[in-house]
Protein backbone atom coordinates (compact mmCIF):
# COMPACT_ATOMS: atom_id res chain seq x y z
CA UNK A 1 0.00 0.00 0.00
CA UNK A 2 1.21 3.73 -0.12
CA UNK A 3 -0.59 6.77 1.62
CA UNK A 4 0.04 10.29 1.14
CA UNK A 5 -0.30 11.97 4.99
CA UNK A 6 -2.41 14.14 4.10
CA UNK A 7 -4.71 12.06 2.89
CA UNK A 8 -4.63 9.84 6.10
CA UNK A 9 -3.49 5.94 6.05
CA UNK A 10 -7.25 4.65 6.65
CA UNK A 11 -5.68 2.08 9.33
CA UNK A 12 -7.20 1.26 12.44
CA UNK A 13 -4.11 2.41 14.05
CA UNK A 14 -1.19 5.07 12.57
CA UNK A 15 1.88 2.66 11.44
CA UNK A 16 4.78 5.34 11.73
CA UNK A 17 6.14 4.67 14.79
CA UNK A 18 5.74 0.83 14.15
CA UNK A 19 8.05 1.52 10.92
CA UNK A 20 10.65 3.28 12.84
CA UNK A 21 11.14 0.73 15.34
CA UNK A 22 13.38 -0.38 17.23
CA UNK A 23 13.38 3.11 19.08
CA UNK A 24 16.14 3.37 22.35
CA UNK A 25 14.06 4.82 25.23
CA UNK A 26 15.50 7.54 27.02
CA UNK A 27 14.36 7.45 30.64
CA UNK A 28 15.29 11.24 31.31
CA UNK A 29 15.49 12.55 34.62
CA UNK A 30 15.46 15.93 35.52
CA UNK A 31 15.43 19.08 38.29
CA UNK A 32 13.15 21.83 38.10
CA UNK A 33 14.45 25.29 38.97
CA UNK A 34 13.11 24.92 42.49
CA UNK A 35 14.17 21.16 43.34
CA UNK A 36 11.53 18.96 42.08
CA UNK A 37 13.24 16.02 40.10
CA UNK A 38 11.00 14.29 37.10
CA UNK A 39 11.80 10.95 35.76
CA UNK A 40 9.90 10.32 32.61
CA UNK A 41 10.29 7.82 29.26
CA UNK A 42 10.85 8.98 26.11
CA UNK A 43 10.87 6.89 22.81
CA UNK A 44 12.15 9.74 20.42
CA UNK A 45 15.55 9.18 21.58
CA UNK A 46 18.87 8.41 20.13
CA UNK A 47 22.65 8.92 19.72
CA UNK A 48 23.45 11.98 17.27
CA UNK A 49 27.09 12.53 17.34
CA UNK A 50 30.34 10.39 19.17
CA UNK A 51 32.57 13.04 18.89
CA UNK A 52 32.07 15.17 21.19
CA UNK A 53 29.18 12.60 22.57
CA UNK A 54 25.36 14.03 22.00
CA UNK A 55 22.10 12.28 22.41
CA UNK A 56 18.53 14.27 22.08
CA UNK A 57 15.26 13.42 22.70
CA UNK A 58 12.14 15.17 21.76
CA UNK A 59 9.05 15.83 23.70
CA UNK A 60 5.81 16.18 21.72
CA UNK A 61 3.83 18.70 24.01
CA UNK A 62 5.18 21.12 26.86
CA UNK A 63 5.71 18.30 29.70
CA UNK A 64 7.56 18.78 33.13
CA UNK A 65 10.71 17.23 31.19
CA UNK A 66 10.89 19.94 28.86
CA UNK A 67 9.93 23.17 31.40
CA UNK A 68 12.63 21.45 34.04
CA UNK A 69 15.95 21.74 31.03
CA UNK A 70 14.45 24.96 29.63
CA UNK A 71 14.72 25.94 33.32
CA UNK A 72 18.46 24.49 34.60
CA UNK A 73 19.84 23.12 31.16
CA UNK A 74 20.70 19.81 32.29
CA UNK A 75 19.52 16.01 32.62
CA UNK A 76 20.25 12.72 32.96
CA UNK A 77 19.82 9.70 30.54
CA UNK A 78 19.30 6.31 32.33
CA UNK A 79 19.87 2.94 30.54
CA UNK A 80 16.39 0.90 30.34
CA UNK A 81 17.21 -2.93 30.78
CA UNK A 82 14.93 -5.70 30.93
CA UNK A 83 14.81 -5.69 34.47
CA UNK A 84 13.42 -1.97 34.41
CA UNK A 85 10.84 -2.20 31.75
CA UNK A 86 8.00 -2.26 34.69
CA UNK A 87 9.55 1.15 36.37
CA UNK A 88 9.73 2.75 33.09
CA UNK A 89 6.28 2.28 32.16
CA UNK A 90 5.08 2.83 35.90
CA UNK A 91 7.31 6.68 35.52
CA UNK A 92 5.07 7.68 32.16
CA UNK A 93 2.29 8.38 34.62
CA UNK A 94 0.86 11.76 34.24
CA UNK A 95 1.48 13.26 37.58
CA UNK A 96 1.21 16.73 38.59
CA UNK A 97 4.21 19.30 38.85
CA UNK A 98 6.28 18.87 41.85
CA UNK A 99 5.47 15.12 42.11
CA UNK A 100 8.32 12.76 41.85
CA UNK A 101 7.93 9.83 39.60
CA UNK A 102 10.65 8.43 41.74
CA UNK A 103 8.76 8.22 44.83
CA UNK A 104 5.98 7.67 42.41
CA UNK A 105 7.40 4.06 41.07
CA UNK A 106 9.44 3.60 44.10
CA UNK A 107 12.78 4.20 42.21
CA UNK A 108 15.78 4.90 44.63
CA UNK A 109 18.17 7.88 43.27
CA UNK A 110 21.48 8.64 43.40
CA UNK A 111 23.56 11.83 43.05
CA UNK A 112 25.04 12.33 39.65
CA UNK A 113 28.48 13.73 39.57
CA UNK A 114 28.54 16.85 36.87
CA UNK A 115 25.25 17.48 37.49
CA UNK A 116 21.92 18.45 39.77
CA UNK A 117 19.44 16.05 38.40
CA UNK A 118 19.70 12.48 40.11
CA UNK A 119 19.88 9.59 38.60
CA UNK A 120 18.32 6.00 38.73
CA UNK A 121 20.73 3.86 40.92
CA UNK A 122 20.29 1.00 39.89
CA UNK A 123 20.57 1.10 36.28
CA UNK A 124 22.95 -0.08 34.31
CA UNK A 125 24.34 2.75 32.62
CA UNK A 126 23.70 6.71 32.89
CA UNK A 127 24.51 9.51 30.99
CA UNK A 128 25.08 13.10 32.39
CA UNK A 129 24.07 15.79 29.95
CA UNK A 130 24.25 19.44 29.93
CA UNK A 131 22.21 21.11 27.21
CA UNK A 132 23.09 22.61 24.09
CA UNK A 133 20.15 23.58 22.13
CA UNK A 134 16.47 23.11 22.20
CA UNK A 135 14.50 23.19 19.15
CA UNK A 136 10.75 24.11 18.46
CA UNK A 137 10.68 22.11 15.52
CA UNK A 138 8.68 23.47 12.29
CA UNK A 139 6.71 21.50 9.28
CA UNK A 140 6.97 21.88 5.66
CA UNK A 141 5.11 25.64 6.07
CA UNK A 142 7.64 26.77 8.33
CA UNK A 143 4.62 26.37 11.20
CA UNK A 144 5.50 25.36 14.65
CA UNK A 145 4.87 22.37 16.07
CA UNK A 146 4.47 20.80 19.46
CA UNK A 147 7.18 19.07 19.46
CA UNK A 148 10.61 20.16 20.84
CA UNK A 149 13.87 18.26 20.31
CA UNK A 150 16.44 18.52 23.11
CA UNK A 151 20.11 17.87 22.44
CA UNK A 152 22.44 17.58 25.13
CA UNK A 153 26.38 16.85 25.40
CA UNK A 154 26.99 14.23 27.46
CA UNK A 155 29.99 15.18 30.13
CA UNK A 156 29.92 12.43 32.70
CA UNK A 157 29.19 8.56 32.39
CA UNK A 158 28.24 6.05 35.16
CA UNK A 159 28.64 1.69 34.28
CA UNK A 160 27.39 -0.81 36.47
CA UNK A 161 30.45 -3.01 37.45
CA UNK A 162 28.14 -6.40 36.67
CA UNK A 163 27.52 -5.31 33.18
CA UNK A 164 31.58 -4.67 32.66
CA UNK A 165 32.98 -7.59 30.37
CA UNK A 166 36.65 -7.43 29.19
CA UNK A 167 36.32 -3.53 29.27
CA UNK A 168 33.10 -3.57 27.06
CA UNK A 169 29.71 -2.29 28.04
CA UNK A 170 28.26 -6.29 27.27
CA UNK A 171 24.96 -5.31 25.80
CA UNK A 172 24.02 -9.45 26.78
CA UNK A 173 23.89 -8.54 30.10
CA UNK A 174 22.20 -5.10 29.95
CA UNK A 175 19.68 -6.83 27.44
CA UNK A 176 18.52 -2.80 26.36
CA UNK A 177 14.80 -2.48 25.67
CA UNK A 178 13.43 -0.55 23.14
CA UNK A 179 9.80 0.78 22.10
CA UNK A 180 8.10 -0.18 18.88
CA UNK A 181 5.06 1.07 17.83
CA UNK A 182 1.48 0.73 19.32
CA UNK A 183 1.65 -0.48 22.92
CA UNK A 184 5.01 -2.73 21.78
CA UNK A 185 8.44 -3.10 23.94
CA UNK A 186 11.19 -5.43 22.69
CA UNK A 187 14.37 -6.94 24.61
CA UNK A 188 17.72 -7.04 22.51
CA UNK A 189 18.81 -10.49 22.99
CA UNK A 190 20.41 -11.56 19.69
CA UNK A 191 23.39 -10.06 18.95
CA UNK A 192 25.91 -10.76 16.42
CA UNK A 193 29.21 -8.61 14.82
CA UNK A 194 29.33 -7.60 11.32
CA UNK A 195 32.55 -6.09 10.20
CA UNK A 196 32.22 -3.27 7.71
CA UNK A 197 33.82 -3.84 4.09
CA UNK A 198 37.74 -2.54 4.72
CA UNK A 199 37.59 -3.75 8.47
CA UNK A 200 40.20 -5.97 9.99
Not at 37 to 47: C, D, I, R, T
Not at 83 to 88: D, G, I, N, S, T
Request: glycine share 6%; net charge negative; with cysteine.
Amino acid sequence: MFYRLEDGHGLPHDPFKAIVAPRPIGWISSIARDGSVNLAPYSFFNAVSGKPPIVMFSSELRKNTLENVEETREFACNFVGEPFLKEMSDTSAALPHGESEFDFAKIEQAECNEIAPPRVKAAYACLECKVIKIINLKDLRDEPTNAWTVFGQVVGAHIADEVMTEGRFDLEKAKPAARLGYRDYAVVRDIFELKRPGQA
